[in-house]
């Protein structure tokens, strides 16, 4: 599995601590930034490079950290076919995979630990979307987004 990574200024320890992690466990993981915490970011740059990537299909996922997750998760879900989810806890991590079918995950480095976060990364990078009913949803979602997700023009 490949995973992207990205961070804003906010939340640079944390994704750290996470490419470690994913290291680790054998995980082929690339930073798209940012590359320390001194120098305020904009997340959405970065959200925005992660996101891309996956629906370009160079990555098979991504994760993104900011101070709560909120700033990250709100702008890679304005790109169509992201399935961007804010989790800070194993329950929504598991949710977030077997019923959303998520695609990034979110997280803050001001609300849990690194130990927490590991966790998190761990449920939801093991956990498979479990389809039935919740195909579904998804199919509904990828409607709205051709509805309110149109080019001028088309």
Same mark, same amino acid.
């Given at each position: 599995m490949k995973i992207v990574v990205g961070s804003d200024h906010a939340g640079f320890h944390l994704k750290e601590e996470v490419k470690k992690f994913l290291s680790k466990s054998?995980?082929?993981?690339?930073?798209?930034g940012?590359?320390?915490s001194e120098d305020p970011v904009d997340y959405p740059d970065y959200a925005l490079k992660v996101a891309k990537s996956i629906t370009e299909n160079k990555f098979e996922?991504?994760?993104? &950290?900011?101070?709560?997750?909120q700033g990250?998760?709100?702008?890679?879900?304005?790109v169509p076919g992201i399935r961007a989810t804010v989790c800070h806890d194993v329950l929504s991590a598991n949710f977030a995979r077997s019923h959303n079918d998520?695609?990034?995950l979110t997280m803050g480095?001001? &609300?849990?630990?690194p130990l927490l976060a590991k966790e998190i990364v761990r449920i939801w990078l093991e956990t498979p979307f479990s389809a039935g009913r919740h195909l579904r949803r998804l199919e509904k979602i990828h409607k709205i987004e051709e509805e309110y997700f149109k080019v001028p023009g088309k």
């Open positions: 054998g995980i082929e993981v690339e930073d798209f940012t590359f320390n996922r991504g994760i993104l &950290i900011c101070g709560t997750g990250m998760a709100i702008s890679a879900n304005k998520s695609n990034i480095e001001r &609300i849990i630990t």
